[in-house]
């Protein structure tokens, strides 16, 4: 069945350095969403990437959707408190599957 | 817009006891999904409602039942809990019908201990 691998599991920065997560599935798929949960909170929806090769901006968040639509990755430059959390890619096809989450702390 | 609204926030359970979890949603979304979060295993869907009148299974469906009541609510039961249904239950919703492939909207969650 189809699986969403995400790395690394956990990853802790000093403030100002930067973070990358990487999501992979062993199926090609339709699109791919990430979301961020806050810790104590809810997974909060952040983007949706849906076009083979496609990179998005967020303010200092990049993502990427791979060519071949079967990875993609999250990038945050010069991390920063406010971005504590985990969080999550999301891929669909014919199902929906997300994987475990990167749980990002930064020390001031 | 009051989002998705999940009840109750808390709730523990002696093994066998039942209960149903509540969630509803005022965007006038046509997908909603019931979610369990353990520690280290991210978010595993339990069921799905596609749209209106449908529900399917999810990855891991044993021991739940659900009920899409009408478009806004959507709810989840336990009918014989077990300590292995302890967990954190996330109810989303999201505005295409078809359940998959939409932007999701999260409740604050059911945080639920089965003793």
């Not at chain 2, 149903?20 to 019931?34: E, F, G, I, R």
């Amino acid at each position: 069945g189809q699986q969403v691998m995400q790395i690394p599991q956990y990853q802790h920065v000093q403030e100002g350095e930067d973070f990358t997560t990487y999501c992979n599935s062993s199926t090609t798929l339709s699109n791919i969403q990430w979301y961020k949960q806050r810790p104590g909170g809810h997974p909060v929806f952040l983007i949706q990437l849906v076009k083979s090769g496609e990179v998005k901006k967020q303010k200092r968040l990049t993502f990427q959707f791979g060519e071949a639509k079967k990875n993609s990755s999250l990038h945050i430059t010069a991390t920063q408190t406010t971005d504590v959390g985990t969080y999550f890619c999301e891929g669909s096809n014919y199902k929906l599957t997300f994987g475990k989450g990167t749980l990002l702390t930064v020390n001031p | 817009n009051a989002g998705v609204t999940q009840t109750p926030k808390f709730q523990v359970l002696k093994t066998g006891q039942s209960m149903t979890l509540q969630c509803a949603q005022d965007m006038n979304h046509n997908s909603m999904y019931w979610y369990r979060q353990d520690p280290g295993m991210g978010l595993r869907l339990i069921y799905y409602s596609a749209s209106e009148g449908t529900t399917d299974k999810g990855e891991v469906p044993n021991g739940y039942n659900v009920s899409r009541l009408n478009k806004r609510e959507f709810s989840l039961r336990l009918e014989s809990a077990a300590p292995s249904q302890t967990s954190v239950y996330f109810c989303a919703s999201s505005p295409l019908a078809g359940g998959r492939g939409n932007e999701q909207f999260f409740g604050p969650g059911t945080r639920l201990t089965v003793l």
